[in-house]
């Protein structure tokens, strides 16, 4: 099965930047597309990016376009999103996901989830 271990949250200004990780456990390297949910307080939890294993063609919400970049290192089973000109409406707890079929995993269905990392920013 696939396992997810999210790191890289914490408290980061307004305009700053700061950098998720979701490792996938070696002993269940995955090749699924991957992606990145968010939720905020009194909010349902809603998509933020993707990126699939066999090309690399990467997919993100309007409102993180142009800040936000999304990545994997496919030698270390990692995915990474770089968030930039972080603003506070981008405060959530931020959830990486994989599924087999990328449309399961873009619609919040995906399989595999992590336990979330907290990101705040300040204003």
């Known amino acids: 099965q696939v396992q997810l271990v999210e790191s890289g949250g914490g408290l980061v200004q307004a305009g700053g930047s700061l950098r998720l990780s979701c490792a996938a456990s070696?002993?269940?390297?995955?090749?699924?597309?991957m992606g990145w949910f968010r939720q905020a307080p009194g909010k349902k939890r809603e998509f933020v990016a993707a990126?699939?294993?066999?090309?690399?063609?990467?997919y993100y919400t309007d409102s993180v376009k142009g800040r936000f970049t999304i990545s994997r290192d496919n030698a270390k089973n990692t995915m990474y999103l770089r968030m930039n000109s972080l603003k506070p409406e981008d405060t959530a707890v931020y959830y990486c996901?994989?599924?087999?079929?990328?449309?399961?995993?873009?619609?919040?269905?995906?399989?595999?989830w992590g336990q979330g990392t907290q990101v705040t920013v300040s204003s």
């Open positions: 996901a994989a599924d087999a079929d990328f449309y399961t995993l873009t619609t919040g269905l995906a399989g595999y």
């Open positions: 990126i699939t294993w066999s090309t690399g063609s990467t």
């Open positions: 070696a002993r269940t390297r995955t090749t699924y597309p």
